[in-house]
C-alpha cells in the first residue's frame, strides 16, 4: 500500500514539474528562455533562497522533534560518558557554526539579489577578517584535538591487567564466537590451520599442544560481568570484519592473520539497562511498530513478529558478503556472580572436543 | 614573460588543417570537443549511477518487498522481484565506484580542466592533444569494462567501492569476487592510466602555456583548482595502481602481500605473511586525496561562478589559493583517519587525527571566503549562481561533521554507521555534483553556442536542493543510532525497527530528486539543438574564454592569442563604467593593478 502511495506520489511530482514547467513556458511566450537572469528572476530566486534557510532550519527542528530519541543509545561503558561529552561538546560547536553560516550565506544571497540599477560594492580583499576567520577555527579545532586526543589515549591503550577478564571475539562468515580464557584467563594460541582438528570440533583453532588453551572455554552468547574491565582480542578466520557494540562505545576491526584488541568496563546490566526509561520508552514504541507490521503479516497468513526486548548487540561492521546484515551476536551483562554461575556450567575445550 | 614567447610563436601558426569526422568527432585531439566527450560519458555514467542507488534505496524503505522493476531490471538476481543480498551489495559497490570516479573525478574534472585550460589561460590547444585524446579513450575503455562487469554470470563487484581484501581476493568469499572483480581492477587500472596522462597534460599546460601577462598570480581560481587538483592526482593515484596490481597478484598468481591465515569454506589456504591492513594503506592514499580531486574543481568553478556572478572579485584571492594548496598538502597526511579502527596503532590515531583537523582550517577560509564574496554583491541569481550558493551551503553542513568523523575517538562509535554516509554524500558527493551542474550551466553557451533554459534550471536546482538535504540530513540520524552501513536489510534487529520510517523518508525524497535530475537531462539535450542563441559572453565575464569567438575551431582563437594586463576579478572596479573589465584590456592611463 505506501509503495503505491508513494509511487502515485512520485508520479504527481512529476506531472506537476512538467505542468509547472508549461505554465512558466507560456506564461512569458515572447521571449525565448535565456539563462541569463532578470530582475525579476533575481527577486524570486532571492526570496528563495531566503525560504529555503526557513526550510533548513525547519528540518533540522522538525528532525530533532521527530527522531531525537535516536541519537547515540545510552551508553553502558564507562568510558562511554567520556565518550558522549565529547560528540556533545563537538556537536554543540558544529551546530553553532552551522546556524550562523547558513543563516550568513542565504540571507546574503537574499538580501543582495541584483537590480540593473545597483553596482556591487568593490571589496577584494582584508587581511584583519581573513586573520580571524583562520585563528578562530584555530583555536577550537586545538581545543577539540586535544580534549579528543586524551579521551583516545584513555580507551584506546589497552593496559594487561590481572584483574580484567580475556575474551576473544572470532568472527567468520557470518557469525562470531566468543572464547574466554577459562580457569587461568589466559587464552590459548590459535591459528586457523587447527580448525579441522577433532574432525571440526576445534570451533577458533586452538592449539591443543598449548596447556593455556585446553581450559579455554567458546560460547556463541557473550555474557560479561558488570563493573570489570574486559580485555577483547579480536580474530577472523576468513575476510575482514568489524565487532561493533554500539551501546559500549566500542569497534574494532577483526583481520584475519592479525588480533586487534580493545578493552572496556560494562557498567549497567542487562537487567538495568532494561529499567531505564529511555530504553523502556524506546522499546515501547518498536513494540507497537511491530504490533502494526503484524497485522499486515497476519493477513498474509504469515506468523505475527515476536514482541522486542532490549538486548545489547555486537554487529558485524565491515562489509563480510551475502549475510552481512545478519551477523550478530546477543551480549549479556550480568552481575560477577550471575557470570560466573554461567561460565561454570560452559564446556571446556578439552570437554568438549572429547 | 618566458611562457609567453612559446605563445608568442605559435601565434603564427595557421589552425585551418582538413578535418574528417572521424578525426573531429570520434578521436578528436581539440580540447573543446574532449571536454564535451568527457561530459556526456560522464553524464551517461552518471544517471547510471544514480539510477543504481535508487533501486537500493527502494529495498532499504522496503525491504524484500516485491519490486516489478526489479525483476525487469535485475533479472535472475531480483527472483519475483525481491532483490538478492549479492545484489545488493554489487549495487551499493558499482554506485559508490561510478559516482566518485567515472562521475566526480572524470566527469567533472576531465570535462572542466580539458574545456577551461586553455580557454582561460589562453593557449591553442592542450600541450598535447594526441595524449589528451588517449587519455579519454581509455577513460571510455574503463567505462566499458566496468558496465561489461554488469553482465558477468556472477555479477560485479560486490565488496563496497574500497575493494577491501580479503573479501575482494577470494571468488570464495562473496560471487562478486570472481570475474565481477577481475573487470573491475583491470577497469580502474585502465581509469588510472587515464587520468594520469590527464593529469600530466594539465600541469604542463598550466606550466607552459599561459598567453603573454598570465602570471600564477593572475590565474582564475578555476586553473588553480584544475592545476593542484592534477598535481594531487598524479601524487596518489600511482598508489592505488600498485594497490590493484598487488590485488590482481594475490587474486590470480598466487602471492600473498594482503592475505594470511585464511579458512574458507572448509579448506585452510596457503596464504601467509601478507595484511589487508597494508591494503588499506594503500587504498586510502588515494582515497583520501581522491576526495579532494573530487572537490576541488568543484570549488574552483564556484570561485569562478560566484565572482562572475556576484559581480564582486573573489573575496581573498590569495587566501583561496593559500588555502587550496594547504588543502592539496594536508589531503596527503591525513588517510589514516579512514583507519582508526582498523588495528593499526592507536598512536597513529592520534596523529592522524591531529592532521585531518587541521584540514578543517584552510577549509572554513574558504567557506568564509565565499560567503564574504556574496556580501554587498549584486548577485545573479541564474541557475549557475544557485548551484554554486547550494554547493557552499552543503560544503558547509557536510565538512562540519568531519570534525565529528576526524576525531579518532568520536569515529568509535560512527564508524562505517550511515553517519559517514551521510556525511560524505553531502560533502564530497552532492558539492561536487552541485560543481558539476553549476559549470555545466555556466559554461554550456560556450561549450555548444547555445543557452539552457532558465526555468528548468530553476526547478531542478530547488528540487535537488530540498531533496538533498530530505535525504541526507536524517541520514545522520540513523548513523548516530547506530546503524551500519551496506546491510541489505534492517529487519534482522528489531533494535532498528523505529528507524525503519526514517529509511522510508530518505528513499522517498531520494525518488524525487532522481526525477529531478530527469528534467536536467531534458534541459540539457533539448538545448544542445534548439536552445536560444547565445552572445560572445553571456554572463559579461572577465575570463580569457569569452573573448574566443562562439564557433568551434581548432586553435580557439582567430589571429592572435589575446594577452593578459590584469587579474580575473576587476567586478565592479571603481573608476569605470562597466562593471567587468576582461582580463585582456589594458589598465587606463593612471589605474593601479590591484594588490591582491
Known sequence: MTIFLTLILLILVTVSIWQVTKILELSQPKVQ???????????????LMFAFLIFVYGLTIFSFWMWGDVLLPNAASEHGSEYDNLMWATFSVIFFVQTITQALL???????????????????????????????????????????????????????????????????QFNWKARYGGEDNVLGDANVRFLQDFDGKNLVGIDATDPNGLDDIIVQELHLPVGKEIIFKMRSQDVLHSAYMPHFRAQMNCVPGMITEFAFTPIRTTEQMRMDPDIISKVRKINEIRKVNSVELIANGEEALEPYIFDYLLLCNKVCGASHYNMQMKIIVETEQEFNKWIKNQQTFAQFVQ | MSTGSINAKEEEHAHHHKETFITKYVFSQDHKMIAKQYLITG????????????????????????????????????????????????????????????????????????????????????????????SFWLFFVSCTLMLSSLFVEAGPAAAGWTVYPPLSALPQAQPGSGTGMTLWLVSMAIFIASSLLGSLNYVVTVINLRTKGMTMTRLPLTIWAFFVTAIIGIVSFPVLLSAALLLIMDRSFGTSFFLSDIFIQGEVLHYQGGSPVLYEHLFWFLGHPEVYIVLLPALGITSEVLATNARKPIFGYRAMIASILAIAFLSTIVWGHHMFISGMNPFLGSVFTFTTLLIAIPSAVKAFNYITTLWKGNLQLNPAMLFSIGLVSTFISGGLTGIILGDSTLDINVHDTYFVVAHFHLVMGISALYGLFAGVY??????????????????????????????????HFIGMAGLPRRYYTNTNFPYFDDLANINVVITVFALIAGAAQIVFLYNFIHSMFYGKETEQNPWQSNTLEWTAPIEHFHGNWHGKIPHVHRWAYDYSKPGHDEDFIPQNIPLKEGEEELQH
Open chain 2, 43 to 134: 553524464l551517461f555514467m552518471g544517471f547510471i549511477g544514480i539510477a543504481m542507488s535508487l533501486l537500493f534505496r527502494l529495498q532499504l524503505a522496503w525491504p524484500e518487498k516485491p519490486f516489478g522493476i526489479f525483476e525487469i531490471l535485475l533479472g535472475k538476481w531480483a527472483p519475483d522481484g525481491v532483490m538478492d543480498p549479492n545484489v545488493y551489495l554489487a549495487l551499493v559497490t558499482i554506485h559508490g565506484t561510478i559516482m566518485v570516479f567515472f562521475v566526480l573525478t572524470a566527469g567533472l574534472s576531465g570535462t572542466f580542466s580539458n574545456l577551461l585550460i586553455p580557454l582561460q589561460i589562453g593557449a591553442r590547444d592542450m600541450a598535447s592533444g594526441f595524449l589528451n585524446m588517449v
Open chain 1, 33 to 47: 528562455s535565456s539563462q541569463i537572469a532578470d530582475d525579476s528572476d533575481n527577486q524570486t530566486q532571492g526570496k
Open chain 1, 106 to 172: 542565504h540571507y546574503f544571497s537574499y538580501k543582495y539579489r541584483g537590480e540593473k540599477s545597483r553596482k556591487a560594492f568593490f571589496y577584494a580583499d582584508n587581511d584583519v577578517l581573513e586573520a580571524i576567520w583562520t585563528i578562530i577555527p584555530t583555536i577550537v579545532l586545538a581545543v577539540l584535538i586535544l580534549f579528543g586526543l586524551y579521551t583516545w589515549n584513555d580507551v584506546m591503550f589497552v593496559e594487561e591487567n590481572e584483574d580484567a577478564l580475556m575474551v576473544e571475539l572470532y568472527a567468520q
Open chain 2, 442 to 475: 555556466h559554461w554550456f553557451p560556450k561549450m555548444f553556442g547555445r543557452m539552457m533554459n532558465k526555468n528548468l534550471g530553476y526547478i531542478h536546482f530547488w528540487v535537488t536542493a530540498i531533496c538533498a538535504y530530505g535525504v541526507f540530513f536524517p541520514m
